[in-house]
């Protein structure tokens, strides 16, 4: 359903002049890079799937771009943004450019990672450019924070795309391997080239769907598990009896919840499944 006209979205000319009229210089201290081509933003929406029915949060909307193709799609959406410049600006772009859609826009003035609570309905889903250096945490933060978000598609750097979506035996699972998988079934869903952004990046970035799902059944807390992830991918080198042992309280007690959790002690952290973690940090409990 698309309720504004096709030239609303921002191209490489309308990117460039608002930053200019707001006096924005994209900042590498919070990985801001625009995205510059409508098509590109257009295909992260259908890639979203994101419904008429959906209220979509997205994180760091920066001059809009994403913001308007979403809006064209979703019912809601509600934007965290931290930069103070862009915060004070994007209602305007919104209403400027969507002016009908204006109503069904929130803006929160807030770094995503101290947000506990969004204005209106309950947030369906997530979608967002998120920056390097945030990436993993602030999408853990806000899938946990808001259950209610059941698909999310984030476009990273593909380095962190590829460590999200990975699978037990790859070489770059771990730690957000793992946590993500805690949460819901995650999957590459593409990659985006350099020359979309502004200015463009010298990596390239990948889109990473996640489909919300229960968490393993199990009596441990999600912290007793994360806490075992942690600590076996703090030495991924060692197997689980050494790199456990700090965390068990010795060696020994680490081969024994291994044992009870019929995982191998000789076995290491990047083979196991989220549900094996939680089995450990359940033997532990």
Known sequence: MSTTEPDALLGPADIRELAAALGVRPTKQRGQNFVIDANTVRRIVRT???????????????????????????????????DDTLAAALPATIT??????ATRFSLVHSDAMDVQELPGPPPTALVANL?????????????????????????????????????????????????????????????????VFWPAPNVDSGLVSLVRRDPPRTTASKREVFAVVDAAFAQ?????????AGWAGSPAAAEAALLAAGVSPQARGESLTVEEFARIAEARA
Not at 96 to 101: G, K, S, T, V
Not at 236 to 244: E, I, N, V, W, Y
Request: proline share 7%; aromatic share 4%.
């Open 96 to 101: 400027a450019r969507a002016p009908e859609r």
């Open 48 to 82: 979203a799937e994101v419904r008429p029915d959906d209220v979509v949060v997205e994180v760091g909307p920066g001059l809009g771009s994403l913001t308007l193709a979403l809006l064209e799609a979703a019912d809601r959406v509600v934007a965290v943004e931290i």
């Open 236 to 244: 991924r080198r060692k197997t689980l009896r050494a790199a456990l």
């Open 131 to 195: 920056p390097y250096n945030v990436a993993v945490p602030v999408l853990l933060h806000m899938l946990d924070r808001f259950p209610t978000i059941e698909r999310t598609l984030v476009m990273v750097q593909a380095e962190v795309a590829d460590r999200l979506a990975a699978r037990p035996g790859n070489k770059v699972y771990g730690v957000p391997s793992v946590k993500a998988n805690w949460y819901a079934e995650v999957k590459r869903a593409g990659a985006i080239g350099r020359n």
